[in-house]
Nanobody, 118 residues
Framework: QVQLVESGGGLGQPGGSLRLSCVAP????????MGWYRQAPGKQRELVAK???????NYADFVKGRFIISRDNAKNTVYLQMASLKFEDTAVYYC????????????WGQGTLVTVSS
């Protein structure tokens, strides 16, 4: 069973920084497009940033210039470096992996809570 393991959530201050990590199985990581999504209370889950297996990157407009997504294929890990945190960044952040071996497949992490508070 494919599992993603997230870490790095917690309490951040407005204007501060946090880094999220997501480790995926080596069997699928290098061929997977990886993404970070978030879901705030009472809201739908939304894309934050994604990075393809080839390294192409897309960001949601609300994090451009503040968050950076990166991947380390040697460590099977995708990161989300968050800076200039805002109160509205408070949410559960989910890691997602999508790949194709004969058929499309995807898996979600369990989520990690990020709370921005002074």
């Amino acid at each position: 069973q494919v599992q993603l393991v997230e870490s790095g959530g917690g309490l951040g201050q407005p204007g501060g920084s946090l880094r999220l990590s997501c480790v995926a199985p080596g069997s699928i990581f290098s061929i997977s497009d990886m993404g970070w999504y978030r879901q705030a209370p009472g809201k739908q889950r939304e894309l934050v940033a994604k990075i393809t297996s080839a390294g192409s990157i897309n960001y949601a407009d609300f994090v451009k210039g503040r968050f950076i997504i990166s991947r380390d294929n040697a460590k099977n890990t995708v990161y989300l470096q968050m800076a200039s945190l805002k109160f509205e960044d408070t949410a559960v952040y989910y890691c997602n992996a999508r790949w194709k071996i004969f058929r499309d497949a995807e898996v979600w992490g369990q989520g990690t809570l990020v709370t921005v508070s002074s």
